[in-house]
């Protein structure tokens, strides 16, 4: 499958040596993306907010050359890393056709995250689109294409051939991908911004990242995925994320935060109650992922304040409230949760602004 408006229909320019450079943030789903078809076509749309201070910083160093094939090296805190050069090898190649310059340079990737390293939150989203919006930036030097919103759109249509989560980064605030019939525009292929209303309470709602677990995940996520095809309850749970995704547009324009909570739960459990009936059947929740649930579950019945959790693919915890509860909340998570996390570290976040250019 072949996307042709993605890919370029007009004569290279010879560029010299130079460098671009974007950071690009983590997003948390609200309902959740589990299950792909071949070419990172998700099985069910999903919906996630951008968020703020967990991000990747990256520049793309490229030197012109006339040698076959990809060149590239890539560092992470200025420390080569050859154990990312197949996850990217496998990038390049699946994006060639839409980026045919590719093998005309090579390239010295640099990289920092300004999350913990080894927190067991995932790069994968922040690290893909930081790099999809690096390599569409030289596509603008290198077809003299100044159609910014274009170039956007593009950098999400790879990111998603890097990590499905990722192409959700690119823009700020809620970001929608997947088809889904009550929302126009939206695409299996890239990511869009929610195109509806979003109450005040949204738009800089507030995410603390327990981390519960930074180990290395047992299942990675694309086994996970895999594993939902033939999961005996695949058809149901796609059919869900359909109407959650449709209940949340009015949900979000409201700012109902009870009918909010109820849905952003669901699909947490969910997602994690497919592992849990996968074959093989795997447990990424660990011991204290539990107990912070019941905690926080106590916390909000004796307060009122509403606050609620969702999870990743791993045992980590997002703990979800709107900014006006700021004070209390973090009061609690310092309190009550934070002996539930390696080393007491959580980490604060906030609906975010998507991709932004680093100043070279
Ligand atoms: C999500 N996750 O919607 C879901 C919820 C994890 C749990 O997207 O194989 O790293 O690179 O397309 O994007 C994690 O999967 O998978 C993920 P690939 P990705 O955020």
Redesign the pocket.
Known sequence: MHVEEFIPNTPQKKIGEGSVGFTSPS?I?LV???G?KPH?IPANP?I?FTLNNCKTETFLRYTPKTSDGFSFEVYLDGKKQPEFRPKIEQFFERISIYSPFLANFHFDIETTNTFPHSSGI?S??SGMSALAMCIVALEALVYEDSDAQFLKRKASFLARL?????CRSIEGGFVVWGAHSSILGSSDLEGVAFPFEVHEVFKDYQDAILLVDKGEKQVS??VG?NLMHNHPFAKERFQQAHDHLDALIPILKSGDLNAFIHIIEREALT?HAMMMSSDPYFILMKPNTLKVINTLWSFRKETQIPICFTL??GANVHVLYPKRYATEVEQFIQNKLSGYCQNGQYILDHVGKGVEPIKI
């Open positions: 997003n789903a959740k993306y589990w792909k990172q999903s996630s995932a994968s989203a890097g990590s499905g989560s990722a996520s694309s995925h997602l990743d693919a």
